[in-house]
């Protein structure tokens, strides 16, 4: 939280962008990948990880933290789930 208050949000960040795509593939295959070692808890903790670490260091650049890009990350690990699971 304190990351945030010093390093703010991304401004001008759309919900729907290329970038948004690329977060929900890109967390969709992660989560695939760790399933097939993981269990579906694990797998979603290491791909969520992943995707908070990566704006986390975003915070220190240009682009800034994107709570949207993490909407998008949860929803391709809910892909995931959903078709992996079943």
């Known amino acids: 939280m304190i990351f945030l208050l010093a390093f703010g949000f991304e401004k001008n960040d759309a919900w729907f962008s290329k970038d948004k795509f690329k977060h929900f593939f890109t967390s969709y295959i992660i989560y695939s990948v760790f399933y097939e070692v993981e269990s579906k808890k694990t797998s979603s903790l290491i791909t969520f990880s992943i995707g908070l670490s990566k704006e986390i260091y975003d915070g220190f650049r240009k682009e ?23």
């Open 64 to 86: 800034k933290f994107s709570y949207k890009d993490l909407f998008w990350d949860v929803l391709g690990i809910g892909l995931g789930i959903a078709l992996l699971s079943s």
